[in-house]
């Protein structure tokens, strides 16, 4: 289901997402929701926004953004795609620019389940990497996902049902966190966002497993 916005809420988000500012398009969604005034948005989304707003700034000073550009190194590099900063900049914009869109159609925020495929699609589609070199698999595993089939299923049983996926997805994991601890050493014990991150990256991979 999708979000109610408000007049000022649209016009705020209009000025942020046509200027491309997407780190403050996104700050502001999530200030909002955690409010309450744009009502009805689960923890995920949430969280969704927030790190989203650091990983488009390229905000190195945040684990969940390093994590994640590190992860998305690894995919697209296991897919063949390029993996260089600016092409990695243009996938973030390219999720930014879709968000923006989807908003302004529907004048609202979309269900968390198009916004997060749309998300996926900008990796594949735009980015050139397939759902296990996706960087959110970790944290999203049990969100739905529409194959390029139409087939309805899961991030997780896309990348657990297929040998390759589950193989990038697992070197992308590895190479993430090194890249990870390797930054930021035991500081990430202090982190209010990675840890809690981790900890449900770790439940969903587990209850999938079990």
């Known amino acids: 289901m999708s979000l109610t916005l408000n007049d000022t809420q649209l016009s705020t988000i209009n000025t ?27 923890s995920d989304q949430i969280y969704w926004f927030e ?23 690894a995919g697209l590099a296991a897919s063949g795609a390029p993996t260089d900063a600016a092409h990695i900049q243009n996938i973030s914009n390219e999720i930014g620019a879709k968000v923006y869109t989807d908003i302004l159609d529907i004048q ?52 657990i049902n297929n040998p390759d996926e589950r193989s990038k997805f697992l070197n992308g994991m590895q190479e993430a966190t090194k890249v990870t601890l390797q930054e930021f050493g035991l500081d990430l014990l202090d982190d209010p966002a990675f840890l809690p991150a981790l900890i449900t990256g770790l439940k969903n991979i587990g209850g999938s497993a079990a």
């Open 16 to 42: 942020y997402g046509a200027a491309k500012n997407y780190p403050a398009m996104y700050s502001y969604i999530a200030t909002e929701m955690k409010a309450g005034r744009i009502a009805g948005a689960s």
């Open 51 to 73: 790190q989203a707003t650091k990983i488009n700034a390229g905000d190195t000073s945040s684990p969940a953004s390093v994590f994640i550009r590190a992860a998305t190194v």
């Open 108 to 159: 609202a925020i979309p269900d968390f389940g198009r916004q997060l495929n749309a998300d996926i699609r900008s990796g594949t589609d735009f980015g050139g990497m397939t759902i296990g070199g996706w960087g959110g698999a970790f944290y999203y595993w049990n969100e739905p996902y529409t194959l390029p089939d139409g087939t309805q299923t899961t991030v997780g049983e896309a990348i």
